[in-house]
């Protein structure tokens, strides 16, 4: 049964320069991985040296099964584009501790969240859902989001924040936030830049479709959802 989905906010910038300082205008956050936002931390780190860097809180929607100095750590790529330029607070930023075992990680992150937003329920059956002031999210090229791939186990989470999640594809665990969670925000920002994103771009935001792909299922119960993408990744819409 196709299912109609809430119209999302789609801002357009003309490159990719243009879209990393619109993204930088839209900021305070739990971190996205991948390599889009790379350029949007950068910026944020030259430009924002006197935010309010004390009054933020770092956590990170993903993680890949690797200690922090790994070149595929998402940790590593925000602390060295973003979280080592600022003066924020060590204690503000919440890194998931992938050296260890996938499952033992996910749940101790998840054990932070819930200790961080002082959630009583275990099992959330009351809806005790942790609610972030801004998800940053990127798309991948077969339209997962976070570490959501499309077959994987994750999808059908509904009682868990935090899960390790085997992706097939790359035979490996990865770490992550789970639909729940990410649907409790108050806002979602999507950042998809390159004309190799504008099919699946098209595809995810057709209007009516039965969410085939998981980015599809990204749907702030009660917040914002704001794409921000650049023209070539435009170009199809
Ligand atoms: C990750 C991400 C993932 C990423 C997309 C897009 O850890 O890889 O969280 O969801 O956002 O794969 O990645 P790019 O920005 O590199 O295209």
New binding site residues.
């Given amino acids: 049964m196709a299912e109609r989905r809430t119209a999302p906010e789609i801002k357009i910038a003309a490159d990719n320069a243009a879209l990393n300082l619109m993204a930088v205008q839209e900021f305070c956050l739990c971190a ?6 790379r350029a949007v931390y950068s910026l944020l780190a030259a430009t924002q040296k006197n935010l309010r860097w004390d009054k933020i809180y770092i956590f990170f ?4 099964h690797v200690p922090p100095e790994h070149p595929d750590s ?1 940790y590593r790529m925000a602390n060295e584009s973003l979280l080592a330029q600022v003066s924020l607070p060590a204690k503000n930023i919440y890194r998931v501790r992938a050296e260890l075992d996938a499952k033992v990680a996910a749940q101790e992150y998840e054990d932070q969240l819930r200790e961080f937003f002082q959630l009583q329920d275990i099992r959330l059956q009351n809806n005790d859902w942790p609610r972030f002031d801004l998800i940053l ?4 090229d077969d339209g ?4 959501l791939f499309p077959g994987s186990s994750a999808l059908e989470e509904n009682t868990r924040m935090v899960v390790a999640n085997w992706v097939k594809k790359f035979n490996e665990y ?1 770490i992550t936030f789970t639909f729940p969670v990410i649907n409790q925000s108050a806002e979602v920002m999507f ?1 998809v ?1 390159g004309a190799g ?1 504008s099919q699946t771009l098209k595809d995810v935001l057709s209007p009516v479709g039965t969410n085939a792909y998981p980015a599809q299922r990204i749907q702030p119960e009660n917040g914002r959802l704001l794409w921000m993408v650049d023209q070539p990744a435009a170009k199809l819409l």
């Fill in positions: 996205a991985g991948g390599n889009t936002p929607g993903d993680e890949r998402n999210l990127g798309l991948g997962h989001t976070a570490s990865r950042l830049s994103k």
